[in-house]
């Protein structure tokens, strides 16, 4: 079964990272452009970091995508949110892993607000929590402005369909296996809507110009 999923998240990445031409064009390479990251992993370092989210940045970094993880990513001097913010607005797909000490962070929170009001499409990950666990905490140092944009980024992820884990019973092997899987097939059907609507764009601009076209061969001189 585990070599099943491996192969099969294999597969589906081999899809999405292709090779580009050996003489491409200008536009085509302007197209190709990958961002610098593929997959934003937000998640709790104090909960997460060394075990599921390490072990997923690095199973999917090995696959030829690029996952974003602060500690991995990032070097010392690097300004959190300098790195951060980009990191989020390139993104394709945000991983949002969900853990006890989640929501005491500030930093996690603001980083799935930023998913979300983004429109990153987000795959939760509830370890050791269920969703109905999590609360925005107030500390009386955020405005009403602020807890109301946080707790409606928490409401969006909670109401997505995700994946759920127990560290101390679950299969560590299986998990990872399923939550690539997971990831890469939202990233090929992401790549496909992408290219569809390149696609439309292109057609239509193409329709435009042969209508223009003819019209202007009706003109009266």
């Known amino acids: ?33 990958r961002p610098v990251c593929d997959i934003f992993i937000n998640h709790r370092g104090t909960d997460t970091k060394r075990t599921i989210a390490g072990l997923l940045h690095d199973h999917l970094f090995r696959l030829g995508l690029r996952p974003f993880l602060d500690s991995r990513s990032m070097k010392p001097g690097d300004r959190l949110f300098g790195k951060i913010n980009p990191a989020i607005r390139e993104c394709k797909l945000g991983v949002a892993i969900f853990s006890p000490n989640y929501c005491d962070s500030y930093f996690c929170m603001q980083e799935l607000a930023l998913l979300m009001e983004n429109k990153k ?26 807890l ?41 059907e992401l790549e496909a809507q992408d290219s569809s609507k390149k696609s439309t764009y292109i057609l239509h601009g193409r329709v435009r110009k042969k209508t223009q076209k003819r019209l202007n061969q009706l003109e009266i001189p």
Do not use: H
Not at 1 to 21: D, E, F, G, I, T
Not at 124 to 139: E, G, N
Not at 152 to 174: N, P, Q, R, Y
């Open 1 to 33: 079964m585990q070599r099943s999923c491996s192969s099969s998240a294999l597969n589906l990445c081999r899809k999405l990272v292709q090779v580009p031409p050996r003489t491409p064009s200008k536009a085509t390479v302007s197209a190709m452009t």
């Open 121 to 146: 499409r987000v795959i939760p990950i509830f370890c050791d929590v269920k969703p109905s666990q999590l609360q925005v905490m107030d500390y009386g140092i955020r405005s009403a402005k602020q």
């Open 148 to 188: 109301q944009r946080l707790n409606w980024a928490l409401e969006e992820a909670k109401f997505t369909v995700g994946l759920t884990f127990d560290t101390l019973k679950g299969d560590w092997s299986e998990f990872l296996n399923s939550a690539t899987e997971a990831v890469v097939k939202n990233l090929v």
